[in-house]
């Protein structure tokens, strides 16, 4: 494991940010901190990455006691704060240089760690120009790149792609499938569920400063009994057909929404709704069109709190 | 460290204006107040004399030529209507026989003023040289008295006077050197070395201000989370932005002193190297008196906010704008012993203007070191306390 957390704790005055939370993040994985504003997301990866101490509790870094040996820890560690950390009136150049030589980076070894970071988050036509200047899409690579010139084993994005546009976004996203298909592990925070869904091979779901879920993706739809849910169109009335459909394997629930209209909620696995289409087609009642929406990780926060990701 | 050091020197550049502004103002500054006050201006004073003779006329020439004072002789009636009028600085009043009477000369004048203050100063000078010869003629008869020997005594003052002299200063068993830099300036040297001066340790205080408090717009930026979670240190931190600080101080300084040689006329003499050194210690003082402030604060508008407050109000009551000899209140003067301005001025002009380099610099140049390490202590805790709050 490379972040090991036990019973980890932060307490702010009165307010308990973190609340005795456990983690463990092995090597090589991109793991996402899924949560609304305030569930304490910031608060763990800031604990992680030696700017806050731990109220209580056990935070180790490949072993190593992080509040004991930061010094140690430090030069392995990348962070991506969520806020654009540049100097502004400085280029993008510029702040490469000067927060890789705050890792030891110099002389050719730096120029060569420029060039290749500035290749991977794709912004080397406009190094010279000054930070200021960038979009705010740019302004969030190079607020990567920075985090990427030492080369660290942990890397730790804190809700990296807010505010920027979806050819921003989704450059973000494969860079950093990139860096993980180079070694690199990922500490992802985000509220943009589709995110953490489209990166991270295990998640953890916190709210109120609490681990309430953590697994693969899988495993947390599974925990939380969410189902498939089948919408079909028709063009003749379909009330008569309903005892049929729910004759049908698979089939735990059927809502007719209009004379023409239902919900079908299926369990089982990936192909349980394949066959509940299959089946119904087959009856050739006259079916318009049909879509179907798999349990994502909202719907299991939805069903682990009551409330959404955003509210 | 180095690392980070070159960072904030590079950011530097972006207080660019702050520190041309900086310069051009105390440049400004010490222009007009030294050419208003100091530079070309002549102080007149009224001078009636009633002993007329050649004792109070060499007094007088000594004024002029010597001192720099446009003298204009008068009545003693005259002269109340002049002062009271503002139309001169003072009137001095030469009595009859002043050399032998308890009267001896009077200075006439509504307030205390720096001019006044120097010319008393002058006038007691010379009125001890007086004195000295008067004892010293006495003496002399009385021991020729004693021995039987017969001396004409307005004889043998004039002797002695010339001895005194003509002789003495050059013969004289133990001698005091003391050398005036400029003084065919007179009184205006004094003054415009005082601005100028004056007005580079005030204006220097800001752009250090803003330098070390450069850390609240990391803060603002959020470049401090970056900055932290690198291997550079909280202490790295705190000394790379005292050393920018510390840096455009010197860089001030220098071109201050440079300006005040080239525009100013300022000889500063001998002392050059104490001149810098005592500024460098200032500028050390209120880099740490700097760091303590920001400690207090949170953002950089609450910085800019409470400084000019502090600043301005340590700069006046140490004299920056005004020489502390004007000053008569005592609580004034005993503040102005904590402000650092107040060290460094005395410091300073007594090396460039009196030549002096004493047990009084000495003193000045020790209170400023412990200013310097008290402040940084200070400062530093605050920052950690700070810190730990944070966390």
Redesign the interface.
């Known amino acids: 494991m490379i972040i090991k957390a036990e019973n980890l704790k932060k307490v702010f005055g009165n307010f308990v940010a973190v609340d005795g939370i456990n983690l463990e993040i092995p090597s090589g994985q991109i793991v996402g901190l899924l949560g609304p504003n305030g569930a304490g997301k910031s608060t763990t990866i800031s604990m992680i990455s030696t700017l806050y101490k731990p109220t209580s509790g056990r935070l180790l870094f490949d072993g190593k006691d992080i509040v004991k040996e930061p010094k140690w820890i430090k030069p392995h560690l990348g962070y991506v704060p969520q806020e654009i950390a540049l100097y502004q009136t400085l280029t993008g150049y510029e702040n490469l240089k000067y927060f890789g030589g705050l890792y030891g980076l110099k002389g050719v070894e730096l120029k060569k760690r420029i060039a290749s970071v500035s290749e991977i988050i794709g912004i080397d036509d406009r190094l010279k120009d000054k930070v200021e200047q960038y979009s705010g899409g740019m302004k969030r690579r190079i607020n990567i790149g920075v985090a990427l010139l030492h080369n660290p084993k942990l890397i730790i994005m804190d809700e990296p792609t807010v505010g920027i546009d979806p050819q921003s976004r989704n450059h973000i996203l494969d860079t950093v499938k990139l860096l993980n298909e180079q070694g690199m592990t990922v500490i992802y925070t985000s509220h943009y569920m589709e995110e953490v869904e489209a990166l991270c091979q295990s998640v953890y779901i916190m709210d109120h400063g609490k681990v309430i879920a953590s697994g693969t993706q899988e495993e947390l739809i599974s925990q939380s009994d969410s189902h498939t849910a089948i919408h079909m169109t028709f063009d003749v009335s379909v009330k008569e057909y309903l005892a049929r459909f729910k004759e049908i394997k698979n089939v735990m629930a059927i809502t007719q929404n209009t004379e023409m209209d239902v919900s079908i909620l299926a369990s089982g696995n990936g192909n349980s709704q394949k066959e509940i289409i299959h089946e119904i087609m087959s009856m050739d009642i006259g079916l318009v069109s049909f879509d179907v929406t798999k349990p994502n990780l909202e719907q299991v926060f939805l069903k682990l709190t009551g409330r959404g990701l955003r509210d | 460290m ?3 050091l ?2 904030k020197v ?2 530097m ?2 207080y660019m204006v702050l520190y041309l502004i900086m310069i051009g103002m105390s440049l400004f500054m010490a222009g007009i107040f030294g050419n208003t006050m100091g530079g070309n201006y002549v102080a007149t004073l009224a001078l009636v004399d009633l002993d007329q003779s050649i004792e109070s006329s060499e007094i007088i020439t000594n004024l002029t030529s010597e001192h720099g004072f446009n003298v204009k002789l008068m009545s003693y009636d005259e002269a109340l209507v002049e002062v009271e009028n503002r139309n001169v600085i003072s009137a001095v009043v030469i009595n009859n026989d002043f050399n032998q009477s308890e009267k001896g000369i009077e200075i006439v004048q509504i307030r205390e003023t720096v001019e006044s203050f120097q010319l008393s100063r002058i006038l007691q000078s010379e009125v001890e040289q007086l004195n000295n010869i008067v004892s010293l003629s006495d003496r002399i008869l009385e021991v020729s008295d004693a021995n039987n020997v017969s001396i004409e005594p307005n004889a043998l003052r004039s002797s002695v006077r010339t001895t005194y002299l003509d002789h003495w200063e050059s013969k004289k068993p133990i001698s005091l050197i003391r050398s005036v830099h400029n003084a065919s300036s007179g009184l205006s040297a004094g003054l415009g070395v005082h601005y100028t001066v004056g007005m580079t340790l005030f204006f220097v205080t800001y752009s250090i201000m803003f330098t070390v408090g450069d850390i609240l717009e990391d803060k603002r ?3 401090l ?8 240190t909280r202490r790295n931190m705190l000394t790379a932005n005292l050393f920018t600080g510390m840096l455009i101080g010197v860089i001030q300084l220098v071109v201050m002193v440079l300006s005040g040689q080239f525009l100013f006329g300022i000889s500063w003499g001998e002392h050059i190297g104490l001149v810098l050194g005592i500024g460098t210690l200032y500028i050390g003082v209120m880099t740490t008196l700097s760091l303590f402030i920001v400690s207090l604060v949170k953002t950089m508008a609450q910085l800019g906010s409470l400084s000019p407050i502090i600043l301005t109000g340590m700069g006046m009551l140490g004299g920056c704008m005004w020489p502390l000899e004007i000053i008569t209140s005592k609580p004034l003067l005993m503040l102005a012993n904590f402000t650092p301005h107040k060290w460094a001025l005395s410091a300073i002009e007594g090396a460039v203007i009196y030549g002096r380099i004493d047990q009084n610099t000495w003193i000045s140049v020790g209170v400023l070191a412990v200013m310097a390490i008290g402040y940084l202590i200070l400062g530093e805790r605050m920052m950690y306390f700070k810190s730990l709050k944070q ?1």
């Open positions: 180095w690392g980070l070159k960072l590079r950011l550049k972006d930026i959020h470049t989370d970056r900055l932290l979670v690198s291997p550079a966390n």
